[in-house]
């Protein structure tokens, strides 16, 4: 991958009356990446979003994008990016297409650009067939495609989308997420904020999880999960007599991590099922162990978040917290 800086954050707070709703965040962000900001509500997501997108000034610390400050150069950054809001404030009354026509006004597109660009942005997230009706009869679902075009009108070299699928039914979420990746493959960047794992570990390169404005942890979905401590290959076995020596046999291999007795076999903590496992099943060989059932349990983002935060990404934020 293009290890390009697209995005550099450092040490950067944002603070309301005493509130720290951002609070010193510093990481960097590669081009041609999905990056997720992952958090429960108020974790400081959005804050985040409008600060890289020059809408909000920080109290302290800075952003770059392609390398421009977003306070010094806002109006460089501005032609470089595309914003999806949480909630956008669109007239409802207009069409889809007219939407788009008003937004190619702001941004000085030629009719004819205009009109070419709306038509394959409108083929782009499947609206064609509903472009001439007003905006208010979409459903949820349509609505978020007229948004995800609405911010790739500018043609950005790096898309925000704040909160892409909040709220929307599994089939359209499914759809947004196949335009993010398509955006992807067509080589831009992509910086989005989520409050669903799944979205976070399905879509995303790397990700930040972030809560009550800080970071708690970032790398890939795989790396976070395996920075738990690995994997886990649990052995129910036949003969459990044999179970002592196929631990001892298995004890210190290269991919295996620790080794745990369980009642009908062993726990087996392992880096990389795909090396692990072949050294697990030559030992059992080896050793005339039969083996009744192989369970493997991959650590889930759950579990990632879990760890970092003390709680569920479901569970409330503590009133203490957001007070402090
Ligand atoms: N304009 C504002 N004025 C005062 N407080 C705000 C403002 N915007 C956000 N906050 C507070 O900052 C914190 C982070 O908000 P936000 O960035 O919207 O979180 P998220 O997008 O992760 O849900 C919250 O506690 C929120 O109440
Ligand atoms: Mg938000």
Known sequence: MDRTIAINVNRLCKTYDSHKAVDDLSFSIYAGEIFGLLGPNGAGKSTTLRTLITLLHPTSGTATVMGHDTVREADTVRTLIGYVPQERAIDRFLTGREHLQLLGALYHLTTDEATKRINELL????????????????SGGMKRKLDIACGLLPNPKILFLDEPTLGLDVQSRLRIWEYVRMLKARGMTVVMTTNYLDEADQ?????????????????SPVELKIALGGDIVSLTLKELDRIPSLETELKGRPAIKSVRTTTKGLD?????????????????????????FIQYNRPRLDDVFIAHTGRAITESIPETESAS
């Open 268 to 292: 087996i903590r392992v880096e990389s099922p795909e090396k692990a496992l072949p050294a697990i099943l030559e030992a059992t060989n080896r050793l005339g162990c039969s083996i009744e």
């Open 203 to 219: 879509l995303c390169d790397r990700l930040a999880i972030i809560d009550g404005g800080k970071i708690k942890t970032l790398g």
């Open 123 to 138: 083929k782009l997230v499947d609206l064609e067939d509903h472009a001439d009706r007003p905006a208010k009869t979409y």
